[in-house]
């Protein structure tokens, strides 16, 4: 197992949301895995629909979890679908299949809109428009938020009830509040792709993708959250194909020149395997991020982009001099902690900075220049 799950418990949690600060893939499942080791018996939900992938490492060995949350190798966690998201029946019944879960580890809100065959066919004309995954999520949500009659509901499956429990989640995680629990909320894609504040409409994905549309999701008041984590890349990506625009656009030959790696390490979409587009990164989008918000700390993945004499690294006194500048300039930046550094592609590949410390106040308008590596 990944040695990610056998760390001690570092920090007294309640309620945790982990979003994306940029256009996806920025690692929120590595950081949510990452959250769940430092809990004894954390109740972790997934937001959003099968449109997304959230990696986990198990070794050696990468797993892609499309229903799930990250946290499904933690022997002790509860893992729950909020009335907010879209589910694939086949994909999640699959996926707890293949982690051996007992029925009581998983639970799923009556709630819960169900994703048809139909819904999938109804998007194809999408992957080339705005480079859907035609997962059948955004054609699911239409058909409940128009009160449909053909639209199916958790409660309506027929399956579900023989591997999952139906609860309604948000009363189970208000107990588990109450009771001093913990809870963390895994937010799905990026800030950037947000149907409501995203800034390049229609290239957006079917929901809010805030903190307090994940709350609203899930059934919480945003003073349930006592902690929201924004996560970032080095490198930000968005998917290949017509996803819109990306400022500051390179090539991955270029980040492998950065770098000083051996090899061109390109990366490619977990659910539909598109290479991804890959750019400097973009520090006002950033702030912007953080002014809708509000994280109290950040998780910056890919130090070892910037360098790659950082992977692997487990140990803040060794990462090299470009990636103490960069995470001091976001510090500066957003005037928020930097909590996580990840050193490469696997959970263990990530260095918790223990002794966080507010940056000195800067306003948000103020932009480092050289955080932007062109």
Same mark, same amino acid.
């Given at each position: ?65 499309? @229903? ?25 019944? @699959? ?11 998983? !639970? /799923? ?30 054609? *699911? ?12 509901? *958790? ?68 003073? =349930? ?29 270029? !980040? ?23 750019? =400097? ?9 953080? @002014? ?15 360098? =790659?004499?950082?992977?692997? !690294? ?26 996580? /550094? ?23 308008? @103020? ?8």
């Amino acid at each position: 197992m990944d040695d990610a799950w056998e760390s001690e418990r570092l920090v007294e949690m309640s309620c945790t949301i982990v979003i994306g600060g940029q256009y996806g893939s920025e690692g929120k499942g590595k950081v949510t895995a990452l959250l769940a080791s430092t809990c004894s018996e954390p109740s972790v939900v997934r937001c959003g629909g099968p449109n997304s992938g959230h990696s986990v490492w198990n070794e050696d060995r990468q797993i892609i979890l499309r @229903q799930l949350p990250t946290a499904a190798l933690h022997p002790a966690s509860t893992l729950l679908i909020g009335a907010g998201c879209a589910l694939d029946e086949e994909l999640l019944i @699959q996926e707890i299949v293949d982690f051996g879960l007992p029925q009581n580890r998983v !639970v /799923v809100d009556p709630r819960a809109v169900l994703i048809e065959p139909l819904d999938r066919d109804g998007e194809m004309s999408d992957v080339t428009r705005i480079a859907s995954t035609a997962s059948g999520t955004n054609h *699911a949500w239409i058909k409940r938020m128009r009160r449909r009659p053909d639209a199916k509901l *958790a409660f309506h499956s027929t399956r579900l009830p023989a591997v999952v429990r139906i609860e309604t989640v948000a009363r189970l995680l208000h107990q588990r509040l109450e009771h001093g629990g913990d809870v963390i909320i895994e937010g799905t894609q990026g800030f950037g792709l947000s149907l409501l504040h995203g800034e390049a409409y229609p290239f957006a994905t079917a929901r809010d993708t805030s903190a307090s549309g994940f709350c609203s999701e899930v059934g919480l008041s945003p003073r =349930h959250v006592d902690h929201i984590v924004m996560v970032l890349r080095t490198f930000p990506i968005r998917v290949g194909g017509n996803s819109g625009p990306l400022p500051n656009e390179i090539d991955w030959a270029e !980040v492998k020149k950065i770098a000083g790696a051996p090899i061109e390490e390109p990366e490619f979409t977990s659910v539909t395997h598109r290479m991804r587009r890959v750019a =400097h990164f973009d520090c006002s989008a950033v702030q912007r991020a953080s @002014q809708y918000n509000r994280p109290t700390s950040l998780a910056l993945m890919g130090v070892d982009r910037l360098d =790659h004499l950082n992977r692997g !690294v487990l140990d803040p006194r060794d990462l090299t001099h470009a990636a103490i500048e960069f995470i001091s300039e976001l510090e500066c930046a957003t005037d928020t902690p930097v909590e996580w /550094v990840g050193t490469g592609f696997r959970t263990a590949d990530a260095i918790r900075m223990k002794h966080i410390t507010s940056p000195s106040k800067r306003s948000l308008d @103020q932009i480092c220049p050289s955080i932007l590596l062109a």
